[in-house]
Nanobody
Framework: QVHLVEFGGDSVQAGGSLTLSCEAS????????MAWFRQAPGKQREGVAR???????????LYNEAVKGRFTISQDNGKNALILQMNSLKPEDTGTYYC????????????????????WGQGTQVTVSS
């Protein structure tokens, strides 16, 4: 059984920063891809950032255009944690942020497509006020 637990959500002013972390119940080397998604009220869950944690292309990152240059995804293998550093936050970044993982090396599905990921955390709330 794989468990993912997110931490770090908060309320901040626009222009501020937050760091989210996701602690996994197993080594990140047991996953192929891990990602952050977010969901705003009344909207679809969207992929924010992804990282290949092991295997071919390990360390490769992909970002949603809306966050490129402001958010950074990384992994802390010692803590089995996925990190999302968020800078220059905007009100449109508001939402529930979810951590996700894939152990299947899924093909034919985009890296920021929620269908790729089989494991999910419960989410952490980020609110950015203007």
């Amino acid at each position: 059984q794989v468990h993912l637990v997110e931490f770090g959500g908060d309320s901040v002013q626009a222009g501020g920063s937050l760091t989210l972390s996701c602690e996994a119940s197993l080594s990140l080397f047991s996953m192929y891809d891990m990602a952050w998604f977010r969901q705003a009220p009344g909207k679809q869950r969207e992929g924010v950032a992804r990282i290949r944690t092991t295997g071919p292309g390990a360390g490769t990152k992909l970002y949603n255009e809306a966050v490129k240059g402001r958010f950074t995804i990384s992994q802390d293998n010692g803590k089995n944690a996925l990190i999302l550093q968020m800078n220059s936050l905007k009100p449109e970044d508001t939402g529930t942020y979810y951590c996700a993982g894939d152990r299947r090396l899924t093909s034919g599905v985009g890296y920021l497509d929620r269908r790729r990921y089989e494991y999910w955390g419960q989410g952490t709330q980020v609110t950015v006020s203007s």
